[in-house]
């Protein structure tokens, strides 16, 4: 599996990518990392920490914000995820460069890198931003009974207008939004594995929040 995956990653060439100079403060990039067995991979998953003012205790990749002292976005990703989890940059090959795309608010924009771990990793999350680090097998997200969705309000009133977000439960980890989206593309375009979700567009949603006005 993970052969066939890392062949196939060539239609997304990897590409040392640097924030447009009037996007850089709000430019991100975050690493997808996969290891393990090559017929049962696993992707690297972190849980941030609860006390974070932004998107605390959500699933997430390892990963962050551009600084001005990174030389490209993969230097920000793998700063990044040394700085979360101990990620020695040695321990892993990168591989390809995902389409950039944007979480929950447009103005973020972020670019996965996918690499691939060398041998066995030796990860510790900074406790004052990651609470928990855990692995996730690939054939999990393939498994399409395993989804589930939630209802999400798209803003603070009570009665306005909610989405369905489709996401996994696994190891009392819920695994959704951008996170989600990054795996199940990737599986939909390295092993055409027909992972077909209805993510809610920002198109949807504009479109509620003007019914709600």
């Keep these: 599996m993970l052969t066939s995956i890392a062949n196939k990653l060539v239609k997304f060439p990897l590409k040392r990518l640097e924030p447009r ?40 990749f390892p990963g962050g914000m551009w600084d001005k002292t990174d030389s490209d976005l993969l230097q920000t990703a793998l700063r990044e995820a040394y700085e979360e989890i101990g990620l020695d940059c040695n321990s892993v090959e990168p591989v390809a460069t995902l389409p950039t795309a944007s979480p929950k608010r447009r103005d973020v924009h972020v670019t996965p890198y996918v690499v691939i771990a060398k041998g066995k990793l030796t990860l510790t999350p900074e406790p004052g931003e990651i609470a928990a680090i855990f692995d996730a097998p690939l054939k999990l997200f393939v498994d399409t009974a395993q989804y589930q969705h939630f209802d999400m309000k ?58 709600e006005k």
Aim: glycine share 6%; no cysteine; net charge negative.
């Design 154 to 211: 798209i803003n603070n009133s009570e009665s306005g207008p909610v989405i369905r977000v489709p996401f996994i439960e696994y190891k009392n980890f819920r695994i959704w939004g951008f996170t989600l989206k990054v795996i199940t593309d990737m599986l939909n375009d390295t092993l055409d594995a027909g992972i077909d979700l209805d993510y809610p567009t920002f198109e949807k949603i504009d479109e509620l929040r003007k019914r």
């Design 21 to 60: 100079p009037n996007k850089a403060k709000t430019t991100a990039a975050v690493l997808v990392i996969l290891h393990g067995d090559i017929n049962n991979p696993q992707v690297v998953l972190t849980q941030r920490a609860l006390h974070l003012n932004s998107h605390s205790g959500e699933v997430a």
